[in-house]
């Protein structure tokens, strides 16, 4: 039901991407793994976060 829209978001996050963010795994539409690079100039400018997104804990009723 959803696939299409999901699809579409993750062929525009590929392609236009805000700096520091970057797609480590979304082979499925249930999970996507995306690498978050801190803020520079901060205290996490070294670090790179592992954010999974479950789909599955969405509220997709709002």
């Known amino acids: 039901m ?3 829209r999901l699809s ?3 062929k525009d996050l590929a392609m236009n991407a805000p700096a520091g ?3 480590i795994d979304a082979n ?6 995306l ?4 803020a520079p100039g ?3 400018d070294v670090m790179v ?4 997104a479950d789909r599955r804990q969405w509220n997709m009723s709002l």
Do not use: M, P, Q, S
């Open 2 to 4: 959803f696939a299409r």
């Open 8 to 10: 579409k978001e993750l």
């Open 21 to 23: 963010v970057n797609i």
């Open 28 to 33: 499925d539409f249930k999970v996507w793994k």
């Open 35 to 38: 690498g978050l690079a801190g």
């Open 42 to 44: 901060t205290l996490y």
């Open 49 to 52: 976060h592992i954010y999974a």
